[in-house]
């Protein structure tokens, strides 16, 4: 019996979706000049395909919501993964409730149309929505992930799985590679299950696995004499059969094979191996910019209130200011001055090698606009690749590693469209979307 009536409309337009978190423009095009890949080798020549450069900061959390809101951290609100409570300096944890702007689906809901919205990060709690809503990570209430809400039953039956145990997965490998295995499965089940049952004319649906195994197995991926490298390429191809699943089912949609509809591929960021860890606020301690009012601190809360400025993952640096933060000790007169002298220091230091660790250092109002600017941080650094940016508290080493492999990059994401729209960054994709509805 299904969960819901399905009504086809032969005239309906249609937008399929398919997000491959973290996955990068370069060794997507490596896997298929290898033959790795058939099912995407095969759907990219019907359309166009391309890199594409995402937000800065380039995490998930900032670039998804600038995806389905089609805007900067500025104006839809989300500038990381944790932030401040305005005027402390406590964090919390941004979800979709903080989101300032429409969304895709929310448009197109306004137009009478419905959409299917599966592991999307940066979602939760779920809502509603026209349409069926299950939230990608962060969601650690599988409950409170879905919409409506008479489809956690069903969930609960195939065993879905929002995301894997990343903690443990950092140590355990063949851990990995079997949640890995299941949530694709999982996600695969609710999805075919959705796309039979449900009246619709958006299908979006993200695999987070790939930038899972990328953080912690990138040089496995990279590296053929790696031992795990024949289980991370079996992994992206499990994805690309996925992606050949979805590619068949849309093809077999009224009007597909005479271009009618919409077929989508694209990730929210590059990745790149990591040289080294570089723990920013370590910087600011040994050059007079920050110090802790104990020998341990913990939090944000341990700052001594005569700091000129701290950083918070992954690159964002906010300077102390009175006006800002309850204890903050930089008047408006100084702000300039210490932003200058932070960037350029920051922009002179090297590697061990000599490498240059920094691309380029932005400040705020060459990043940012709209009416939650202010909320942002002052700068956000861009790193060379390889430099993973950290916004750790009393470290005691400027320089290190964890047991991670792979880094985001900004400017390696792809898409493919077979519109043949030559998008180039990931605030020009929902206007994509929307502008096939318009037309019909």
Sequence with gaps: MSLFKKTED????????????????????????????PNISSIIKKGRFNKMSVCLPEISSVSWSSFMTGAQSGEHGIFGFVDLIPGS???????????????????????????????????????????VLISGFVAPNLKKAVYPSNLFKELQKIKYSIDIDTKRSR?????????????LKSRMAIGEFLWNR?????????????????????NSGSDPSKKLHKDFIQYYQKVDKFVGTFFTKFMELPGSNIGKNHFMILSDHGFTGIESEIYINKWLEENGFLSYINNHPSSWEDINPSSKAFAMDPSR??????????????????????????????????YKNGSPVLRQ????????????????????????????????????????????????????????????????????????????????
């Design 317 to 350: 640096i906010y300077i102390n200011k009175k006006d800002r933060f309850k204890n903050g000790s930089i008047g408006k007169k100084d702000v300039e001055k210490i932003k200058s002298e932070i960037a350029s220091g920051l922009g002179e230091l090297t």
């Design 361 to 440: 250092v932005f400040d705020r109002e060459q990043l940012y606009h709209g009416p939650y600017k202010k909320f942002g941080p002052d700068l956000v650094l861009l790193s060379e690749y390889g430099f993973d940016l950290k916004g750790k508290i009393g470290s005691p080493y400027l320089f290190g590693r964890s047991n991670l492999q792979g880094m985001h990059t900004n400017d390696d994401a792809f898409i493919f469209s077979n519109r043949g729209n030559g998008v180039r960054t990931i605030f020009d994709v929902k206007n994509l979307i929307l502008d096939e509805y318009h037309k019909t």
């Design 171 to 183: 140590s355990n490998t063949g851990f990995l590679f079997r949640s890995l295995d299941t949530t």
């Design 10 to 37: 032969r005239k309906r337009h249609k937008t399929v979706i398919i997000g491959l978190d973290g996955v990068p423009f370069t060794f997507l095009k490596k896997l298929i000049e290898k033959n790795k890949l």
């Design 198 to 218: 449900e009246q619709w004319d958006l299908f979006l649906i993200v695999v987070t696995g790939t930038d899972r195994i990328n953080h912690f197995l990138w």
């Design 89 to 131: 300096y406590k964090m919390y944890f941004p979800n979709f409730s903080n989101l300032k702007l429409n969304t895709i689906f929310d448009d197109l809901g306004e137009m009478s149309k419905r959409s299917i919205v599966i592991n999307l990060p940066s979602t939760y709690p779920s809502r509603n929505i026209s349409g």
